[in-house]
Every structure is written in C-alpha cells, then in structure tokens.
C-alpha cells in the first residue's frame, strides 16, 4: 500500500499525503472511532472531517488512541459553510480543535462559499472576512495550511484578489465524467491543489459498464480505478468507508493506469446523474 506514503507538496511547501481517510456521512460514536482507528492501523496518515460532519470528538479519539505522534497524522476539518462572520471563526476554530483534542490543525478550509441552504449565492465580502481571520489563525501557528471548499472560479478569484494568502487547496466533488475543467484550470494556474471528495460519484461509478471494463482489465475494483484515476490526474483524493476491507482495498493502488485508458477515462461524460458539485457537504 505504498500510496499511502505517497505525498503532494502543497504551495507553501506543506506536503499532505495524496490520499486521505474522508469521514462525511460517519456517525459520530463507534463507527467512526472504529473506521478512522482502522484506517490508521492500516498506514493512512491523513483523515478528513469537518465541523458539520459532527464528527470530530470520535475522529480525534481514534487519532489519539492509534497511538501515532500528533505530527504523524495529517488532520483537516473545516469551517461550517454557514459561518460567514468573521467574528464568530475562531469561536468555530477552537470548538474543532478542542473536539479533536489536538492543539493545531494541518489544514483548515472554509466548508462552503455559501451557507448550505442557499447554495450558489454570493458571499465574497463575507468570504473575504472570513478568509482574513483564517489567515491570522494561520500566521499564529495554529493551522499549518488553509484552504477551500466547493469554490468556482469566481469565488477563488474574488479570495485572491482582496486577500494575502493564496488557498493550498480547493475541495470539490470530482470524479470520473465529472472533473470541473473550469475550476481545475484556475486552480492549477494559481498552484490550488484539488482534493476530491466523493470520487465514486456516491456510488454511482460502480455500475458503469466502461469504467468496469478498464477495471477488469487491470484485474482491480471499480472503486480501485476511480481512486487511481484521481491520483494521475495530480490531484488528492479522499476515500470514505467503515469497513475494513473496503478502507483497506481504497488503498491498494499498486497499479498504473496506462495514458490510453487514462485519456478514455477523462472524456467520459456519462459515468453517473448529473452532480452538480456543490450539491453535497462533502
């Protein structure tokens, strides 16, 4: 599972391990003490939470109870979508690190440009603000990267154009048939890292006949193909499951995927329902 040691060097010379352990939609209590304790166990170093995954108090316990270092596992959470006062992010802040149980984050992003329940409005003074306050909690130490969630292009470029510190990363909803070209493009110019979370569409790539194709030919998983997929495009990608063999087997990607399959895979269009990519907290 030598993925998992594999790491990306982030624009501020951070480097975060290429794949991480999401935990969206991971109740809080035993099965996500018991999921992130697995993942850890099996050599993941990096888990993925979130405010508003409720979750945190579980992720930090199992983190703790691995019995690795704190600078051992790379940990992120994220600002609720909903928080757009600046004075209320550090409030929000210390609720994460004190739920994990930790003293500093590896990466913080704002969840969400917009609160979840009014999805696609615009909110760039707010962004701006927040994003400022971020940035002092970066300049503190207490996070070492900051970072973005579910951004388009025009709320990154309204970030860099008002703000000091360029976002290490924006996480989207991306996945085979569904790769925000767009948003991809931006990103890369400005050295923005994508992170991919719901890399399997929720689901949905499991049942496409093409992408099973290409993975019986490499004599791996369709979940396997899509993990990899991510990966060889340069971009970091975010598995969640709660069962062993499944958080061991988004892991064992000891294979490459060959340009001609790669290139087949980059322009299907028809993998899954049409995702819009802010749709879910992921």
């Known amino acids: 599972m030598s993925v998992l040691t594999d790491t990306i060097t982030l624009n501020n010379d951070v480097k975060i391990p290429a794949i991480g352990f999401g935990t969206w939609q991971t109740p809080n209590g035993p099965i996500a003490y018991k999921a992130v304790k697995t993942a850890l166990d099996l050599g993941y170093r990096h888990i993925d939470t979130a405010y508003a995954y409720h979750n945190e108090e579980s992720v930090g316990k199992a983190i703790k109870d691995s019995g690795l270092k704190r600078e051992e596992v790379f940990i992120t959470s994220k600002l609720p979508g909903e928080v757009k006062n600046a004075k209320q992010v550090t409030e929000y802040f210390e609720s994460t690190i004190n739920s994990l149980g930790v003293d500093y984050l590896d990466l913080y992003l704002i969840h969400a440009p917009w609160p979840w329940n009014k999805i696609g409005e615009r909110h760039d003074a707010d962004n701006v603000a927040v994003w400022r306050e971020?940035?002092?909690?970066?300049?503190?130490?207490?996070?070492?990267?900051?970072?973005?969630?579910?951004?388009?292009?025009?709320?990154?470029?309204?970030?860099?154009?008002?703000?000091?510190?360029?976002?290490?990363?924006?996480?989207?909803?991306?996945?085979?048939?569904?790769?925000?070209?767009?948003?991809?493009?931006?990103?890369?110019?400005?050295?923005?890292?994508?992170?991919?979370?719901?890399?399997?569409?929720?689901?949905?790539?499991?049942?496409?006949?093409?992408?099973?194709?290409?993975?019986?030919?490499?004599?791996?998983?369709?979940?396997?193909?899509?993990?990899?997929?991510?990966?060889?495009?340069?971009?970091?990608?975010?598995?969640?499951?709660?069962?062993?063999?499944?958080?061991?087997?988004?892991?064992?990607?000891?294979?490459?995927?060959?340009?001609?399959?790669?290139?087949?895979?980059?322009?299907?269009?028809?993998?899954?329902?049409?995702?819009?990519?802010?749709e879910t907290q992921g």
């Open 134 to 278: 971020i940035e002092k909690l970066y300049q503190a130490g207490k996070i070492k990267s900051i970072g973005v969630s579910n951004f388009d292009v025009h709320d990154l470029q309204n970030l860099l154009k008002h703000t000091d510190i360029v976002p290490v990363v924006n996480q989207i909803q991306y996945y085979v048939g569904f790769t925000e070209p767009k948003i991809v493009q931006f990103a890369t110019e400005h050295h923005i890292k994508i992170e991919a979370y719901s890399p399997l569409a929720t689901g949905d790539l499991i049942h496409n006949a093409k992408v099973k194709a290409i993975a019986d030919h490499y004599n791996v998983s369709v979940p396997q193909v899509a993990l990899k997929f991510v990966l060889q495009n340069g971009a970091i990608v975010l598995p969640k499951a709660t069962s062993e063999a499944h958080i061991k087997a988004n892991a064992d990607l000891d294979f490459t995927i060959s340009e001609a399959d790669m290139a087949t895979l980059n322009a299907m269009t028809d993998t899954a329902p049409a995702h819009f990519h802010n």
